[in-house]
Nanobody
């Protein structure tokens, strides 16, 4: 069983920045596609950004130019740098590790953007 633990969430003012981290226990971490998702109250969970084992990155249109996903395979960690945060970015952020048909989720970390 792969475990994922997110951290770095919190309360930030509009225009501010946060960096989320997700540490994995996966033995073959470097082979996984990693993703950050978010779920706001009353809304469906949505993909924010993903990065493949070959470091091909994909972003939701709503975060392009503001968020950046990266991975450090030696540390078994995936990051999400979030800049120019907006109130509509408020959500619980989850990381996911995928390999073939298998997918593993973290417990989530709350991000609140408010003045």
């Amino acid at each position: 069983q792969v475990q994922l633990v997110e951290s770095g969430g919190g309360l930030v003012q509009p225009g501010g920045s946060l960096r989320l981290s997700c540490v994995s226990s996966a033995r073959l971490f470097s082979t996984y596609t990693l993703g950050w998702y978010r779920q706001a109250p009353g809304k469906q969970r949505e993909l924010v950004a993903s990065i493949t084992s070959g470091e091909v990155m994909n972003y939701a249109d709503s975060v392009k130019g503001r968020f950046a996903i990266s991975r450090d395979n030696a540390k078994k960690t995936v990051y999400l740098q979030m800049n120019s945060l907006k109130p509509e970015d408020t959500a619980v952020y989850y990381c996911k590790a995928s390999s073939g048909r298998m997918g593993y989720w973290g417990q989530g970390t709350q991000v609140t953007v408010s003045s």
